[in-house]
């Protein structure tokens, strides 16, 4: 269950970095801000995955 701690500390932080991001450039279409919120889908897939694995 540790894992799942760690994955929403990093989707926290990941959010929190993404929001910083889009206050401080002028479009969401942003290179950066698009790279950021691609990680951030890609750390809550992996989220998903591993509370579906714990579900079971």
Do not use: F, H, T, W
Not at 4 to 25: A, P, T
């Amino acid at each position: 269950m540790g894992s799942v701690k760690n994955i929403n500390k990093k989707i926290c932080d990941m959010r929190q970095s993404l929001q910083d991001l889009i206050n401080e450039k002028p479009s969401l279409l942003d290179p950066e801000v698009i790279i950021a919120s691609q990680e951030l889908d890609e750390a809550l897939n992996e989220y998903n995955n591993l509370l579906n694995k714990v579900d079971k």
